[in-house]
């Protein structure tokens, strides 16, 4: 019983730090280098990078903690446990990548291939590390205390946090780049809800099969 116990653990503590090497060289090695930004926390980031010059190591902490704050009542501390795991290797990670120059090429000139895999790199770390019952990023935190004082639904909360975000990233992304960052925001979100429910398409398929 506590074999399974510390074998259950670690696998949790090793899928966490891999989403978190996910999305951090995504970020890194794409969204950063092409100014296509994500929304909420993570693009906040970014923005702050952009004005600021504060590091993503550093920025990122802040603003999660500043999150998970405001939603502690919401979340518990459960959730906020894991979340604390994540946003910590987050920021090691970034620090990581920070060290070394680009591992990717220039994806620039073409916004649209950035847009797709900085989205997948994104939806794949996340995935992962939301799976485990944390979040890589206050993003979560933030939906759901949006979501608790304005009584909105929580996908909406989530659409209001990233378009909120998105506007004030065209004080440094043009229009036509930002629309690219809509399509990775779209991309991401897919990723994710497929890594939580990867069996849910299936599933649906069957009970309609079921009924006919």
Same mark, same amino acid.
């Given at each position: 019983m506590r074999f399974r116990f510390h074998r259950t653990l670690c696998i949790k503590v090793l899928l966490t730090v891999l989403g978190a090497a996910i999305v951090s060289f995504g970020i890194y090695n794409i969204h950063r280098q092409t100014n296509i930004t994500e929304g909420g926390v993570l693009g906040m980031v970014l923005l702050v990078n952009r004005w600021l010059g504060i590091s993503p190591a550093l920025a990122t902490p802040i603003?999660?903690?500043t999150c998970y704050l405001l939603a502690l009542r919401v979340l518990g501390f459960g959730f906020l446990k894991w979340s604390a795991v994540a946003t910590l290797c987050v920021s090691c990670f970034f620090r990581l990548w920070e060290s070394f120059p680009p591992l990717l090429p220039d994806l620039s000139?073409? $916004?649209l291939a950035a847009a797709l895999l900085g989205g997948l790199f994104v939806g794949v770390g996340v995935g992962l590390i939301i799976r485990q019952g944390g979040s890589s990023g206050g993003d979560d935190a933030l939906a759901l205390t949006i979501s608790h004082v304005t009584h909105w639904r929580l996908s909406f909360s989530y659409l209001f946090t990233d378009l909120t975000v998105l506007l004030l990233s065209l004080t440094y992304?043009?229009?036509?780049?930002?629309?690219?960052?809509?399509?990775?925001?779209?991309?991401s979100s897919l990723v994710v809800d497929w890594i939580q429910h990867p069996h849910r $398409?299936?599933?649906?398929?069957?009970k309609k099969a079921g009924t006919e």
């Amino acid at each position: 019983m506590r074999f399974r116990f510390h074998r259950t653990l670690c696998i949790k503590v090793l899928l966490t730090v891999l989403g978190a090497a996910i999305v951090s060289f995504g970020i890194y090695n794409i969204h950063r280098q092409t100014n296509i930004t994500e929304g909420g926390v993570l693009g906040m980031v970014l923005l702050v990078n952009r004005w600021l010059g504060i590091s993503p190591a550093l920025a990122t902490p802040i603003l999660d903690i500043t999150c998970y704050l405001l939603a502690l009542r919401v979340l518990g501390f459960g959730f906020l446990k894991w979340s604390a795991v994540a946003t910590l290797c987050v920021s090691c990670f970034f620090r990581l990548w920070e060290s070394f120059p680009p591992l990717l090429p220039d994806l620039s000139p073409y $916004p649209l291939a950035a847009a797709l895999l900085g989205g997948l790199f994104v939806g794949v770390g996340v995935g992962l590390i939301i799976r485990q019952g944390g979040s890589s990023g206050g993003d979560d935190a933030l939906a759901l205390t949006i979501s608790h004082v304005t009584h909105w639904r929580l996908s909406f909360s989530y659409l209001f946090t990233d378009l909120t975000v998105l506007l004030l990233s065209l004080t440094y992304i043009p229009l036509g780049r930002i629309v690219f960052s809509l399509i990775t925001v779209t991309v991401s979100s897919l990723v994710v809800d497929w890594i939580q429910h990867p069996h849910r $398409p299936r599933l649906r398929l069957r009970k309609k099969a079921g009924t006919e």
